[in-house]
């Protein structure tokens, strides 16, 4: 069976009938007392399965996870060297990123240094 099944199945007693026991008629009461033990034991009968059901996806999961675990352990040490490698690879990133922003900061110097001559000749040559 599956979850559906234990979900969706509709129950063989109801609320209502359950609270139809007359407390006087002896003869009555003998006999929905009987169908009412019946529907209990068939209510029963559907939690055991039900209980069992999820006992086996307990199982499941469980075996699983230990199967994750087992296989993760190996791995480990792999994860390990590419965690190093990754680590060796983020510091030369950044040595050469530091590398190339001194670059640009003389470049921008170079600049500044070349802008100031071009004014001073600009303003030379009106002034004069």
Not at 7 to 29: C, F, H, L
């Amino acid at each position: 069976m599956n979850f559906e099944t234990y979900w969706m199945e509709p129950m063989d007693a109801s609320i209502s009938d359950t609270r139809n026991v007359e407390t006087g008629n002896n003869q009555g009461n003998a006999a929905q007392v009987g169908s009412f033990e019946s529907r209990v034991d068939d209510i029963l009968t559907k939690v055991d399965k039900l209980e069992q059901r999820v006992n086996e996806v307990e199982q499941f999961y469980l075996t699983a996870s230990k199967k994750q675990l087992s296989g993760s352990k190996c791995s480990l040490a792999v994860k390990d060297k590419d965690k190093e490698r990754h680590v060796a690879s983020l510091k030369k990133q950044q040595q050469d990123a530091s590398r190339r922003e001194a670059a640009a900061a003389k470049r921008m110097q170079e600049l500044m240094r070349l802008f100031g001559t071009i004014l001073r000749q600009i303003f030379i040559s009106f002034c004069f």
